[in-house]
């Protein structure tokens, strides 16, 4: 496997690609999750950006929103 330069992660297809995860933090609970970069190409394809504020459009957190409080306060971490 051979790197390109300037290396970006902008898609998830490329974040898949080039074989690292993706983490997100709940500011609200502080819950952590390690997210299935796979599942989420399936998902939401590979050309779905995979910046921060693409992100917070489609990741909310389950407890938070089972519980009624603010679900989409979720800040990406890279692995």
Request: overall charge positive; aromatic content about 6%.
């Amino acid at each position: 496997m051979t790197t390109k330069f300037p290396f970006t992660e902008d898609t998830l297809g490329k974040k898949l690609e080039a074989g690292t995860g993706l983490s997100v933090d709940c500011l609200t609970c502080r819950r952590k999750a390690v997210l299935d970069v796979a599942e989420l190409v399936k998902r939401f394809g590979p050309d779905q950006p995979c910046l921060h504020w693409d992100l917070l459009k489609i990741l909310y957190c389950h407890e938070c929103r089972g519980a009624g409080r603010d679900d989409r306060n979720s800040l990406r971490t890279m692995r």
